[in-house]
């Protein structure tokens, strides 16, 4: 069964550092988002993406975060200078058709530390 | 702004027990409501997703219903396991905001054996 696959699996930054989160989609959807979940706390929505373009962020997407799919695989999400609350897990998904009755579906995360 | 609220926070049964787990939202116009399974320091599982037409959903030892017009949900976990321990997370999607999913805060379970 087609899965959305997220690496790495866990990366250690350090404060101001940039990261690059990467997601594999599932390869006939066109929907993509990223949810964080700080740890001990809820799954919160960031972004979501269709057509090359940003449809909707959250107060939380500032301009720190960029995302961006560079290829007609990967779709990436960038922290151009991490704080130590960035520190959470990353979630992917995607979902294929404009129907917003349809599910979207996660990939495993990323657990980010910055230190 | 949908708000998504689950109780209780944490449970613990013994084994072979049936067990209800709740979820409140408070705008009842939405697309979809769907309810995840997350063992600690995992991912998302899907377990189930009942559309904003139907009343309920079933799957093995699973039932989740929908009353969109009271905007509760109920996920009935039949002859619990231990391994059913785990954080279930409940998640709507709602007409008026956008299309993403808003979570609930999830019940954690624990099944003793």
């Known amino acids: 069964e087609p899965e959305v696959t997220q690496t790495p699996s866990h990366q250690v930054t350090q404060m101001g550092q940039e990261v690059i989160l990467r997601c594999v989609p599932i390869s006939n959807h066109l929907y993509f988002y990223w949810y964080r979940q700080i740890l001990g706390q809820k799954v919160e929505f960031l972004v979501s993406?269709?057509?090359?373009?940003?449809?909707?962020k959250s107060e939380i997407f500032d301009d720190q975060f960029s995302v961006e799919r560079p290829d007609g695989s990967n779709f990436t999400l960038k922290i151009r200078s991490t704080k130590l609350e960035d520190s959470a897990m990353y979630f992917c998904?995607?979902?294929?058709?404009?129907?917003?009755?349809?599910?979207?579906?996660f990939g495993p995360g990323t657990r980010l530390l910055v230190l | 702004k949908q708000e998504v609220t689950q109780i209780p926070a944490a449970l613990s049964v013994p084994e072979g027990e049936n067990l209800v787990l709740n979820c409140s939202f408070t705008?009842?116009?939405?697309?979809?409501l769907q309810w995840f399974r997350q063992d600690p320091g995992k991912g998302l599982t899907s377990l189930l997703l009942i559309q904003s037409s139907q009343r309920e959903q079933t799957s093995g030892r699973l039932n989740a219903s929908l009353d969109k017009s009271s905007g509760r949900s109920t996920l009935y976990i039949a002859a619990s396991q231990p391994g059913d321990s785990a954080t279930y997370l409940c998640a709507v999607m709602s007409r008026n905001y956008g299309q993403n999913f808003v979570f609930g805060p999830g019940t954690r379970l624990s099944v003793l054996p």
């Open positions: 993406f269709y057509n090359n373009e940003i449809s909707e």
């Open positions: 705008d009842s116009a939405i697309y979809n």
């Open positions: 998904a995607s979902r294929t058709s404009a129907f917003k009755g349809e599910t979207q579906y």
